[in-house]
């Protein structure tokens, strides 16, 4: 079995899957748990009901523009990891899109890292051959 991940995981970190929609608020997911006696605990869990509005937010956000600058995108790629979503599809279109931006600032090494992570992160999702 091969395994990635779409973060870097610290030595000694516990590593789960979810076996439900991370569209789903908090309590719709417990309520879809609880016929397995099953507590979730995942960060998208643990984080209380802003991070179901937060979630929704990252889900539903535009990717930002070129116009917008580098800060700006850099705050919306912040803003969508922070929701816990790195595995969802849009995960990788997001940092292509901020990667293009940085390399039109001239940030050419940070745009090769973002893209870099954009291909490993699809790898991760889709698997190898998909």
Known sequence: MEVHTVR???????????YI????????????????????????????FLAD???????????????QGVQAADAALAAY????LQSQERYP??????AKINRKAG???RADELDA?????TVAIRGRNP
């Open 93 to 98: 279109e997001l940092l292509r899109r901020v």
């Open 21 to 48: 929609g991370l569209y789903d608020t908090i309590q719709s997911r417990q309520v879809l748990l609880k016929p397995f006696d099953f507590t979730c605990t995942c960060p998208a869990c643990k984080g209380g």
């Open 107 to 109: 940030n050419q090494a």
């Open 8 to 18: 870097p995981v610290a030595k000694g970190e516990e590593l789960t899957a979810s």
């Open 81 to 84: 990891e922070a929701t816990g």
């Open 53 to 67: 509005a937060q979630r929704a937010q990252a889900l539903r956000g535009l990717l930002p523009k070129t116009s």
């Open 117 to 121: 992570l954009a291909a490993k992160v």
